[in-house]
């Protein structure tokens, strides 16, 4: 009986700090999920600032049409071109990111887009990802 007694003291010393434990986790859990959506905020935030500055009228990624969504492009690459020198690594990712959406948006219109706008939004992809290996190479 001593046994049994002991058993269940230990078991239930053992469930009350696991509650314990288990409760901070939770706060903290919590904690580090609210931080993660204020920094997710703050970035998506930052993003579509850049969006506007880097798109200018092609700004509106889910207003572009098959149309004109190699003109957005463009735009990006000359903003990218224009500002290159300037930018550190963050900046990039947020570039990378606004690259990102436009990606997004391509493969939605992908049955829409001419065999000439594949192509030319292909080079214009791969002349922004050199631009930003540039900058990785002179840093």
């Given at each position: 009986m001593k046994m049994k007694s002991k058993f269940l003291g230990i078991t239930a010393l053992a469930l009350a700090c696991g509650i314990t434990f288990s409760g901070e986790v939770s706060a903290q859990t919590a904690t580090s999920k609210k931080a993660a959506v204020a920094q997710q905020d703050t970035t998506s935030n930052s993003v579509t600032q850049w969006q506007q500055e880097l798109l200018g009228q092609?700004?509106?990624?889910?207003?572009?049409?098959?149309?004109?969504?190699?003109?957005?492009?463009?735009?990006?690459?000359?903003?990218?071109?224009?500002?290159?020198?300037?930018?550190?690594?963050?900046?990039?990712?947020?570039?990378?990111?606004?690259?990102?959406?436009?990606?997004?948006?391509?493969?939605?219109?992908?049955?829409?887009?001419?065999?000439?706008?594949?192509?030319?939004?292909?080079?214009?992809?791969?002349?922004?990802?050199?631009?930003?290996?540039?900058?990785?190479?002179?840093?």
């Open positions: 092609y700004a509106n990624v889910n207003a572009l049409t098959a149309t004109n969504l190699r003109q957005a492009y463009i735009t990006l690459l000359e903003s990218a071109r224009a500002k290159q020198n300037e930018w550190n690594d963050q900046e990039w990712k947020k570039v990378q990111a606004v690259m990102n959406k436009l990606d997004a948006k391509k493969n939605s219109l992908n049955k829409q887009l001419g065999a000439d706008d594949k192509a030319k939004i292909k080079v214009l992809q791969g002349e922004l990802r050199a631009l930003e290996g540039k900058g990785d190479i002179e840093d």
